[in-house]
């Protein structure tokens, strides 16, 4: 089992930063990499930017460049830095790790959510 606490949302101007946090628990061993994807109301959640334990990252088109995914194994936190923010990104943030089970398969866990909000 794994428990995820994120943190960090708020509200911000257009072309501001945020920074968010999302701290891990549990089994931590057992993870096979964390990120984070948001939900905009009325939309599908979505991925945002994930980093596996060995450090590779990927990231929507539509953060490329200006969000950065990072990790801080000794804390089990992985952050998320989010500069030149847009009003398009506003939307609930969760925090995900994901382990392991067998070769392709993986369960998902999923932190409570943090709200970003991009006033215009």
């Known amino acids: 089992q794994v428990q995820l606490v994120g943190s960090g949302g708020g509200l911000v101007q257009a072309g501001g930063s945020l920074r968010l946090s999302c701290a891990a628990s549990g089994t931590i061993s057992s993870i096979y990499d964390m990120g984070w994807y948001r939900q905009a109301p009325g939309k599908q959640r979505e991925l945002v930017a994930t980093?596996?334990?060995?450090?590779?990252?990927n990231y929507a088109d539509s953060v490329k460049g200006r969000f950065t995914i990072s990790r801080d194994n000794a804390k089990n936190t992985v952050y998320l830095q989010m500069n030149s923010l847009k009003p398009e990104d506003t939307a609930v943030y969760y925090c995900?790790?994901?382990?392991?089970?067998?070769?392709?398969?993986?369960?998902?866990?999923w932190g409570q959510g943090t709200q970003v909000t991009v006033s215009s």
């Open positions: 995900n790790a994901r382990t392991q089970l067998s070769r392709n398969v993986y369960r998902a866990y």
């Open positions: 980093i596996t334990s060995t450090g590779t990252t």
